[in-house]
Nanobody
Framework: QVQLVESGGGLVQPGGSLRLSCAASGIIAPINNMGWYRRAPGKQRELVADMTRGGNRNYANSVQGRFTISRDNTKNTVYLQMNSLKPEDTAVYYC?????????WGPGTQVTVFS
């Protein structure tokens, strides 16, 4: 059974940094896309960043230049380095992967940026 385990969320002041990790297990096929989405209070879930197996990256405009997505295919793990965090980055962050014709989501990890 596919399982995604996220870690690295927490509380941080504006301007601070956090690094999220998401490790996938129970998968025997290559993972195509790995990415991060977020849902802020009262808002819909939105793409933050994703990355193809070949290394192509895609970022939301709101995080471009501040966040960096990376992945380790040998560990089936995706990372999100978040720098210069802002209060508007406060949200639950979800890991998402695609493989074969399937999509799996992580349970989410809370990121709170407070003044």
């Amino acid at each position: 059974q596919v399982q995604l385990v996220e870690s690295g969320g927490g509380l941080v002041q504006p301007g601070g940094s956090l690094r999220l990790s998401c490790a996938a297990s129970g998968i025997i096929a290559p993972i195509n896309n790995m990415g991060w989405y977020r849902r802020a209070p009262g808002k819909q879930r939105e793409l933050v960043a994703d990355m193809t197996r070949g290394g192509n990256r895609n970022y939301a405009n709101s995080v471009q230049g501040r966040f960096t997505i990376s992945r380790d295919n040998t560990k089936n793990t995706v990372y999100l380095q978040m720098n210069s965090l802002k209060p508007e980055d406060t949200a639950v962050y979800y890991c998402r992967i695609t493989f074969l014709s399937s999509t799996s989501w992580g349970p989410g990890t809370q990121v709170t940026v407070f003044s």
